[in-house]
């Protein structure tokens, strides 16, 4: 079996399961908040998780607050950022065409509520133009509320300019918020480093538990509470921590740092599958292919056979991928990330997405073309649109 939906979500890594058979069996279990000596020992376990992740990601462990994920922590910015920035004559947000549905969920859920949404177009390589958002920063001075572009796609892997965005929003005060989810777990990201105001991600997507998630503010006193709660997380993020589960991003974090030398063979071998299978069937299509992508992200189309005839034929050869994002994965049309980069429907319905981790093996990459070929052979003589 190969499963080839690390983009999905990532299986739990190997650190984690050895991590959390041993946490389950030796405890403790407490409410982290309780003032008796088995709270203090959970406690003190989370908030020395919370120090390894802001040590991974280059942030300072004020800045770290535990949640469900990266949907959370984008509802949860938009909300603090839009919830009176209109009575300060900021009306405008801007995003990417190619951004998750959170972010475009949230952003129409804000123009209903007054705002201008404003979307920035990509270019065919897959990367959003910023060209065009340096001439708006200065065309909408003291009008933007929020820009948030993310900082790797999910269905192409491309890595967008988010340093010089950050950059960019930094010199013109508008709050920048990137989505990190497709980014951390796959290649070094440095908060500090990178300028962002606020970044989001999910446990899932790196081998750490589903339901987990980390939101790294630059000025976290900023926020406001989703969850009332009880005041955890200085207030941030209430209700009981599912310290469990923030113990295992730390390990997936940590596992990622030990192990990221790896994807350094893993994009090796990538980029030799993908000229290989581009030998073999010239009409092929690789997305965003001439740009910086993660290193183990393929989205790949043969035009004129439908993605999910292939993904169907390649699961029957047990390898596990799918044809767009897991949101979008049910509407056999051209998804809107690729609609954004101008891709043509008969590209766009062909694609399927192969995304590997740093723990698959190398040789899972041979199999895929092996399986790749025939059914491109097989659906080749009956072409589906
Ligand atoms: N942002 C990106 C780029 C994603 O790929 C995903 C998940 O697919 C999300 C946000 C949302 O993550 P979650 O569903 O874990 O909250």
Redo the contacts with the bound molecule.
């Keep these: 079996m190969i499963y080839a939906d690390y983009?999905?979500s990532a299986p739990i890594c190997e650190d984690v399961k050895e991590y959390f058979i041993n946490r389950l069996q030796e405890g403790p279990f407490a409410n982290p908040n309780a003032i008796h000596r088995l709270g203090t020992k959970v406690l003190t376990a989370m908030e020395n998780s919370r120090a390894m992740c802001a040590k991974v990601l280059g942030a300072k462990y004020t800045q770290v607050i535990f949640n469900s994920?990266?949907?959370?922590g984008?509802t949860q910015v938009f909300h603090s950022v839009l919830e009176s920035a209109l009575d300060d004559g900021k009306n405008i947000i801007i995003t990417s065409g190619i951004e998750?549905s959170?972010?475009i969920n949230c952003s129409r859920y804000y123009e209903n509520k007054g705002y201008t949404y404003k979307v920035l177009p990509t270019l065919s390589n897959g990367v959003v133009d910023i060209k065009t958002l340096i001439d708006w920063t200065s065309e909408f001075r003291g009008r933007i509320a929020l820009i948030s572009v993310?900082a790797a796609?999910?269905e192409t892997g491309v890595v967008q300019p988010y340093k010089e965005i950050a950059n960019l929003c930094h010199e013109s005060a508008i709050p920048y918020l990137c989505?990190t989810?497709?980014l951390i777990g796959k290649e070094e990201f440095n908060f500090k480093d990178s300028n962002i105001d606020y970044a989001v991600t999910?446990g899932?997507?790196f081998g750490a538990l589903t339901g987990t998630?980390i939101l790294i503010a630059k000025h976290p006193a900023k926020l406001s509470a989703l969850v009332i709660g009880g005041g955890q997380e200085k207030g941030i993020r209430g209700g009981t921590q599912n310290y469990l589960g923030y113990e295992t991003l730390a390990v997936a974090l940590n596992s990622f740092q030990k192990n990221s030398h790896k994807y350094k063979d893993l994009k090796a071998k990538k980029l030799e599958f993908e000229s290989k299978i581009k030998e073999r069937f010239p009409q092929v299509v690789i997305l965003g292919e001439e740009s910086h992508r993660v290193p183990s992200t393929t989205y790949i189309a043969f035009p004129g056979i439908h993605g999910q005839a292939v993904q169907i034929e390649l699961e029957s050869s047990d390898i596990f991928v799918t044809t767009s994002?897991?949101?979008s994965d049910n509407e056999p049309v051209t998804s809107k990330v690729l609609k954004a980069m101008g891709v043509t429907d008969e590209v766009g319905r062909g694609v399927v997405r192969i995304s590997l981790g740093h723990c698959s093996p190398l040789e899972s990459y041979d199999e895929i073309l092996e399986a790749l070929t025939k059914a491109y052979e097989k659906l080749g003589k009956i072409k589906s649109y």
């Design positions: 983009n999905g994920g990266a949907s959370e984008i998750h959170a972010i993310m796609n999910n989505d989810t497709q999910s899932h997507k998630g994002s897991a949101c």
